[in-house]
């Protein structure tokens, strides 16, 4: 199985920069995908964007390409998801997931860490 804890969301004024982290452990050789994802209030779960776990090509939702960076750090157990230029309408609970090699899917999650952007 995979682990997956998020954490950095906060409270920010629009236009302004925060830094996800998406801790990872246990069986990660399985991971092919790593996602992001957010559920704004009142609104379906988003996919935000992702990186490919072997080799690190991401790809992103045309709503946040160019503002929001998917990176990896030196050792590979920590995803982040460095986000600027906020808006309110990126006020969401953001959520990583897992998708294990051959699944097709995302099939683990974290817990959610809430993100507020105001005007």
């Known amino acids: 199985q995979v682990q997956l804890v998020e954490s950095g969301g906060g409270l920010v004024q629009a236009g302004g920069s925060l830094r996800l982290t998406c801790t990872v452990s246990?069986?990660?050789?399985?991971?092919?995908?790593m996602g992001w994802f957010r559920q704004a209030p009142g609104k379906e779960r988003e996919f935000v964007g992702g990186?490919?776990?072997?080799?690190?090509?991401?790809f992103y939702a045309d709503s946040v390409r160019g503002r929001f960076t998917i990176s990896r750090d030196n050792a590979n157990d920590t995803v982040y998801m460095q986000m600027n230029r906020l808006k309110p309408d990126d006020t969401a609970v953001y959520y990583c997931?897992?998708?294990?090699?051959?699944?097709?899917?995302?099939?683990?999650w974290g817990q959610g860490t809430q993100v507020t952007v105001s005007s």
């Open positions: 997931a897992a998708q294990p090699d051959g699944a097709g899917k995302y099939e683990y």
């Open positions: 246990g069986r990660t050789f399985t991971i092919y995908i």
């Open positions: 990186m490919i776990w072997s080799g690190g090509n991401t």
